[in-house]
């Protein structure tokens, strides 16, 4: 019996797989297909345990669906663009595309080991110029369709660095590389006219059954629906070629409380004030320096300056509204104007007490109690649900006693009887801005011609590709100063012309990649027949940071390419199903210096004893601080490639699977590493016990052979429904039944090769180790999945309920004979118990045999 040895086994398998080629997808129109993906990393460098996690989840579907008879694509790739490489070269010296294919080297170098079935002959990255050639094709038919314009936008411009920035990278109100104030400038940019597919968008989530309900909300709620009302209030006296300002509202019940009219300080109003009026062109310069979020303006101090106009209420001609420019209205939602309710929007009246406005309720609660204070007498704004029922004390139509909902429908339907303005149906989703002035990017294949104008680059000439005699030396898109890339030929009229300068941004390098993947080296962006098979991708695995834009936008250019030829009618929504996995966790080690600043310290660097945590150097005692997500600036982060050293990856494979539910975080422990490298070992150690034995029978044979049925019957409905953690318990309880049974020789090498598939998903090379140490043919990873008999089911079982505290929140089924350990195991990983428990601790767990399973937390 040898002796199990994580760092000779794991390479042997890999060569295998390797050398026969299995991974390696070829389309099969006699086999039915499986396509798994993972979001795409960026090349950082350094993998980290979130990536472990993530392409394990995939890996582990990916296997099963191997073993079960599919035709899988399992690919990988990189998203390659950015500002990290161009920031490197700024600070570094060097070139973008150097740092970044260094990382890829070194990223690759590192995934490898793991064991992940990818189909490496597919790789991609972004930064190539054969992928975003192609990428600059789709562009052009989109261009050509329509589906994507050039306008003026307002921006964050970092007038140090002299680029575009998003609002996550300004940080109050300066850049947050050169630290400079930060301008919002009107410039020309590129949109695509994802607003046109709003309520395609929004209605076609309701047939995505299998993403999860949280992130199908938070897409509902970035489109943003809305009914409202949409009309004019007449100014007092023309101003600039102005006679009024037209305003959007989903509260048209509250407009009998209206207080002030507000616009944005990029409103066309505004403009044409500030030239006149250096007071005003001042203070919509400094507003213009803060964020353009909606969430950036929301959070952000409440400013406002009097015009000096007035409007009129359109139901009383009498009534005046003043009309002040305000640094929360944004100019690219609704009209870029607002009718401020204070009594019912907390925004409002936090502006309208800053300026001595009036505060005005319309309705209030029906019952009225000590508690509530009005928004006049300094209580709080009253913004109730639209479901809840109101009395309306100033309302436009409809009963006294209604409902939000009821209130705004008959708002809506007074004001169009009476001529003012009509309802309409708005989303807040917006045209996609892919501008960006940087360097490190896909260019945008158009061309600039004083004859001809804007002029689409032919796609002959494609890939327009980055050039590489690039300088950083100066702040700025190095494109803007490179004459050999800015000069070119018209391709209409053959005149000189200036190339776009600008590049897309990189969510549209990763809108497309699973596409692309079915067909990565052809000269068209898909091929008809790879994409028509290949697609859907039927199992979509990312983190939830990604629900709303990259989802959004691939659902977008799906649609997008399935109009310009490019994807098939059915491939019209990319993912059939989609998981967020939670993230990996670890303790944070720190100390204070001198001057009493926190200071971190790796996992490595601590040894934890006697209930503490010591630093190995000097033997200093540091903090413990509760796990969190790991982070590099807390150095709580734990390096794969040493614990692939240390204990192989097959123990971090299955410790990230089998810790918690995928779904939620997993808190990295070096005691839990040590304990799954023990069992490991414990498995081993039992299947070479097996292989050993002679042929024959024992009095265990029919207990061992149920058990095992049961384990392959919960574990292929575990791993069906992504409850790995689940699958694992049971392994474990199959481990102690065929420790201790007393079955034959042959039953037990029947059942040791079975648990060596069962386990093949998550633990691949342990289980190809096993899998030929017991006879089994060929390879574990290609060896058809178990199938339990189902004679073998039909067995008394019990259900057991389980108690939390004393109230009944779940129950299992398990054998009558399963013993305590077994049971415990799977009331351990049952998602309600988990769930109810919310992070508590265990304190006893009690199995009362074949009647109740109580848990103390």
């Known amino acids: 019996m040898t002796r199990y040895d994580p760092a000779t086994i794991e390479t042997k398998w890999q060569q295998a797989w390797d050398a026969a080629g299995i991974f390696r997808a070829q389309r099969d129109e006699s086999r039915p297909k499986y396509y798994v993906l993972e979001m795409f990393p960026y090349p950082s460098g350094r993998i980290h345990m979130g990536h472990v996690r993530n392409y394990t989840l995939g890996d582990v579907i990916a296997r099963y669906k191997l073993a079960k008879g599919f035709n899988v694509l399992h690919p990988m790739g990189w998203d390659a663009f950015g500002m990290p490489a161009e920031n490197a070269a700024m600070a570094q010296g060097g070139h973008p595309a150097d740092w970044t294919y260094r990382n890829i080297a070194e990223m690759k170098a590192q995934m490898k080991p793991m064991g992940w079935s990818l189909d490496w002959s597919r790789e991609l990255a972004t930064c190539d110029p054969e992928y975003y050639g192609q990428q600059q094709a789709l562009f052009l038919d989109m261009l050509e369709e329509g589906l994507v314009y050039r306008k003026n936008a307002v921006v964050n411009w970092d007038p140090v660095d002299m680029t575009v920035l998003a609002n996550e990278q300004v940080i109050d109100g300066r850049g947050w590389r050169s630290g400079a104030e930060v301008e919002r400038r009107e410039l020309t940019q590129w949109f695509f006219k994802i607003s046109d597919y709003s309520e395609e968008l929004l209605a076609a989530l309701d047939r995505l059954d299998d993403w999860p309900a949280k992130v199908k909300l938070m897409q509902a709620n970035w489109i943003g629906r809305s009914r409202g009302l949409q009309f004019a209030f007449g100014l007092t006296e023309e101003a600039h070629g102005h006679d009024r300002v037209e305003v959007y509202t989903t509260r048209p019940d509250t407009l009998m409380g209206a207080s002030f009219v507000g616009i944005s300080p990029d409103h066309p109003l505004a403009r044409a004030l500030e030239k006149d009026d250096p007071e005003i062109a001042a203070f ?44 929360f209205i944004l100019m690219d939602y609704g009209t870029g104007a607002i009718f401020g309710c204070p009594a019912h929007d907390q925004r409002d009246l936090d502006f309208a007490r800053k300026y001595g406005l009036p505060v005005a309720s319309t309705y209030e609660p029906v019952e009225i109690t000590g508690d509530y204070a009005s928004p006049e007498e300094g209580g709080s704004a009253y913004v109730p649900a639209k479901d809840v029922a109101v009395r309306y004390v100033r309302r436009i139509a409809g009963d006294e006693v209604q409902t939000g909902n009821d209130g705004v429908d008959a708002a809506i339907a007074f004001c169009e009887g009476h001529g003012v303005g009509r309802g309409v149906t708005k989303y807040r989703l917006r045209d996609w801005g892919l501008s960006r002035q940087r360097y490190w990017g896909c260019p945008i294949p158009v061309v600039h011609c004083p004859e001809c104008g804007v002029v689409p680059e032919r796609k002959e000439n494609l890939p327009v590709e980055l050039p590489r005699d690039v300088s950083f030396d100066i702040p700025g898109n190095p494109l803007d100063r490179h004459e050999g890339f800015l000069s070119c030929a018209c391709p209409a009229c053959g005149g000189d012309a200036r190339r776009e300068t600008d590049t897309m941004d990189t969510f549209v390098d990763s809108s497309w990649y699973f596409t692309r993947f079915t067909a990565p080296r052809a000269d068209t962006p898909t091929v008809a027949e790879d994409v028509a098979y290949w697609m859907n991708v039927d199992q979509y695995v990312g983190g939830i940071e990604h629900a709303i834009l990259h989802l959004l936008y691939s659902r977008f250019f799906a649609r997008a390419m399935q109009r310009t030829g490019h994807l098939p ?45 010591w630093l190995r150097a000097d033997g200093r005692e540091v903090e413990v601080v509760p796990s969190a997500k790991m982070s590099k600036s807390k150095n709580n982060v734990v390096d794969p490639v040493n614990i692939v050293r240390d204990y192989g990856a097959d123990t ?80 474990y309880a199959l481990t102690s039944a065929l420790q201790r049974s007393d079955a034959g020789g042959t039953a037990r090498r029947e059942a040791a090769r079975t648990m060596a598939q069962l386990m093949a998903p998550v633990t691949p090379h342990i289980a190809e180790e096993l899998w030929a140490m017991l006879g089994g043919e060929g390879l574990c990873a290609t060896a058809p999945w178990p199938v339990a008999d189902p004679a073998l089911l039909v067995e008394d079982e019990v259900t057991l309920p389980i108690q939390v505290n004393g109230k009944r929140r779940s129950e299992i089924t398990v054998p009558k004979d399963m013993d305590k350990a077994g049971i415990e195991a799977l009331v351990r990983a049952d998602e309600a118990v988990l769930r109810t428990l919310d992070g508590a601790e265990i304190r006893k767990l009690i199995v009362v045999p074949g009647r109740i399973v109580n848990v103390v937390a």
């Open 652 to 731: 971090a494979r299955w410790f990230v699977m089998s810790d918690s539910p995928p779904e939620r975080d997993v808190e990295w422990t070096a005691s839990g590493a040590e304990a799954a490298a023990k069992h490991l070992a414990r498995v081993f150690r039992i299947a070479a016990e097996a292989a050993e034995l002679p042929d024959g029978t024992g009095a265990g044979d029919a207990a061992l052979r149920r058990e095992v049925a049961r384990t392959v019957d919960g574990v292929t409905r575990d791993i069906e429904s992504f409850g790995f953690n689940a699958a694992i318990a049971r392994l």
């Open 284 to 327: 919509c310069a400094e507003v213009r320096k803060g964020g353009t979020t909606e969430e950036a303006l929301e959070t952000a101090e409440k400013r406002g300056m009097d015009t000096g106009l007035r409007v009129r209420h359109p139901f009383d001609t009498s009534w005046e509204l003043p009309v002040w420019i305000a640094n």
């Open 569 to 613: 009618e059915a491939a019209i929504e990319p993912f059939d199903a989609l998981f967020t996995q939670g993230m990996v966790t670890h303790a944070i080690y720190q100390s204070r210096n001198k001057s009493g600043r926190a200071v971190y310290h790796y996992p490595e660097e601590v040894e934890l004893r006697d209930g503490g945590a």
